[in-house]
């Protein structure tokens, strides 16, 4: 697998596909007007896709859009005053014994869940947090266990490649559901124009987020898909028909009545055991299009 000429995201999130970016991105169109990520997460598809004139970000969950509109928005010195005043003031290093990083960790959540909810506060749980979870309790406060002092000169670097990747694009952001998103391009003139991925839940997974995500979502999303072809508007589905042995029955229905229309590619792919119950199990990854590239 190389993935050299791709860069990864500053934000690790559940379901990015730094690692799949060689499967998905040279089957995207080698040249579109404006391309929308509609399921934005960690923006690592928008980061490494160069082929557009204007780049379209969106994503619904307001804590992890308000983390990127902070990557989108300010300089690369001004992320990195911003980062390193947090150190500073939470003695956040990683000399430090595991104890006290872990102490000083626990400050830094409890500063943020009383109410210091700044984009780069939670950034920074994010960086020191076990596998770099993002996760909060039904009252909201930000609970996921200590890891790692995760702030480094790694991250330094992900964050200097990302800003040097998106410096020469035209973005929009947008924090709204995709359905709503959808509303737009349905009203556009042009919907030719278009070159939309779609990264969605994946329903049967083990994630927090993907939990909420249920076979009927599935189905509108599909009708969706079927709808904006129809205004051939291109598009590119992300998704997974088989994850730990289990099928994915809806997905794969919908794959077997549109076989004439759209075109398949599969990869397997395994999984971190951190987030899944049976270990080591792999599952097959799928890009479905309704358009054909060569590559």
């Known amino acids: 697998m190389n993935l050299d000429k791709y860069t990864k995201s500053p934000l690790t999130y559940m379901g990015g596909k730094y690692s799949l970016l060689n499967f998905v991105i040279p089957k995207f169109p080698k040249e579109c007007v404006i391309f929308i990520d509609l399921f934005g997460g960690s923006g690592v598809v928008l980061e490494n896709y160069n082929n557009s004139k204007l780049y379209l970000y969106n994503e619904k969950d307001k804590n992890i859009f308000e983390i990127m509109k902070w990557l989108f928005k300010n300089s690369y010195e001004n992320i990195i005053s911003d980062l390193n005043e947090i150190q500073n ?3 956040l290093l990683q000399t430090l014994d595991h104890e006290n990083q872990k102490k000083n960790y626990l400050i830094l959540r409890n500063d ?31 609970n996921t266990s200590f890891g790692k002092i995760g702030y480094s000169k790694n991250t330094i670097k992900m964050i200097k490649e990302f800003k040097d990747k998106i410096s020469n694009k035209s973005i929009g952001i947008d924090n709204i559901d995709y359905e709503e998103y959808l509303v737009y391009i349905y009203d556009y003139s042009k919907p030719k124009d278009f070159f939309i991925y779609i990264d969605p839940p994946y329903l049967g997974t083990d994630t927090e987020y993907n ?85």
């Not at 909810?117 to 960086?127: A, D, E, F, H, V």
């Not at 599909?222 to 099928?247: M, P, R, T």
């Open 112 to 142: 943020y869940n009383e109410g210091n909810k700044t984009p780069q506060m939670l950034y920074m749980l994010s960086r020191c947090s076990i596998n770099n979870l993002i996760r909060f309790n039904s009252s909201g406060g930000f």
């Open 89 to 91: 003031k939470y003695n």
């Open 211 to 295: 939990k909420k995500w249920l076979d009927e979502d599935d189905i509108k999303l599909f009708n969706h898909l079927d709808k904006l072809n129809e205004l051939n508007c291109k598009w590119a589905l992300s998704n997974v028909i088989i994850h730990n042995g289990i099928e994915h029955k809806t997905l794969n229905n919908w794959i077997e009545q549109n076989k004439n229309k759209y075109n398949v590619y599969t990869k397997e792919k395994e999984y971190s055991p951190f987030f899944t119950k049976n270990q080591g199990k792999s599952s097959i990854e799928v890009l479905i299009t309704n358009y054909k590239e060569v590559e």
